[in-house]
């Protein structure tokens, strides 16, 4: 396997660490965190961020080579556990109503733990499953980072609810180019008000419910971890979401939020025939005043191989600043 020069990437991530730290002063409101690749793959929350933030946490994903019963997942012979180190920032210029800017990235060391042990000896374990066979298993340092520019827009008398906008991911796993298109926090109130006029019941409902929905579609290009033999030459994600809050009349994410989302990926990796392996996840994020806790899981499939599950918890950086600069 050929080796990923790192010094390239790392020198850019650091730069761009250091200029979103210089402007965490700077305030904004709250919001969510996109996930770093290959997590949108794997059935991790993907929708962009609607408002401008800077956080950083940890990110867990792990991908098994071998399904339980011992045959191969796919043309990938190995197994991971990807630990990143992540970021997530989101800008949105005041020059440029509407538009807003994000830059996700992730940097850490490919080693089977802590991802095996808690799949095979706690939660399997738990819940009285086989453990799934490691075999060969990838141990390098890897990174990837993504970039997006998103377009937001009113649809259905709600600002900034709908989106449309194109992105790249790049790193030592793969590269890809996407485009997407969706809703965020759709009020159903506001929705069907031209239709049934204003409901007293529904504005009640949409207070504390909101729906959300998005496709993406991308081009995938072999990497050093995964080559164009392991990759489909091409990405269908679809991804639908539910949330829990209180939000008024605002589509921007509250300081208290529980969302449960599904996502059909195409799949990211081919069979050894080189056909793609259709993927079905399920997803629960918590969002709280200082950050998020997301977890997703093959479960919806009702499988437990390949992209098996992963885990995100970020921080909001610029939050907890303030709040320790507070007198």
């Known amino acids: 396997m050929k080796s990923f020069g790192l010094a390239e990437p790392i020198r850019w991530l650091v730069l761009g660490l250091l200029l979103v730290l210089a402007m965490i002063g700077t305030g904004g409101p709250d919001t969510w965190a996109e996930a770093v690749a290959p997590s949108q793959h794997w059935g991790a929350i993907a929708y962009p961020d609607q408002q401008r933030t800077l956080l950083a946490g940890v990110t ?20 991971e556990g990807f630990n990143f180190a992540t970021i997530s920032w989101t800008e949105r210029p005041t020059s440029l109503p509407g538009w807003a800017f994000n830059l996700p990235g992730g940097i850490g060391p490919t080693y089977p733990e802590p991802t095996r042990w808690l799949q095979n000896r706690f939660v399997h374990h738990l819940l009285s499953n086989n453990p799934v066979p490691v075999g060969r298993s990838r141990e390098e340092t890897d990174i990837m980072i993504n970039g997006s520019v998103t377009r937001w827009l009113p649809i259905f008398g709600q600002g900034d609810a709908g989106f449309t906008g194109v992105g790249v991911a790049s790193g030592s796993l793969y590269h890809e180019a996407f485009a997407r298109a969706g809703v965020r926090r759709l009020s159903i109130a506001q929705m069907l008000e031209p239709v049934t006029g204003p409901s007293a019941a529904l504005q009640r409902f949409s207070r504390f419910v909101r729906f959300s929905a998005m496709g993406q579609y991308g081009r995938l290009y072999g990497g050093s971890a995964y080559g164009d033999a392991v990759l489909a030459e091409q990405s269908f994600l679809g991804q639908a979401s539910i949330s829990i809050g209180i939000y008024g009349d605002s589509p921007q994410a509250p300081d208290w939020e529980l969302e449960f989302a599904a996502t059909i990926d195409s799949g990211l990796f081919v069979t050894n025939a080189g056909h793609t392996i259709e993927r079905r996840f399920g997803s629960i994020a918590f969002r709280f005043p200082y950050g998020v806790l997301e977890t997703w899981n093959d479960w919806l499939g009702g499988t437990d191989s390949g992209p098996t599950y992963g885990v995100q918890l970020m921080v909001d950086v610029r939050k907890l600043y303030e709040a320790a600069a507070a007198p």
């Open 60 to 79: 867990l994903n792990r991908f098994t080579e071998f399904k339980q019963d011992g045959q191969r997942f796919s043309a990938a012979h190995e197994s």
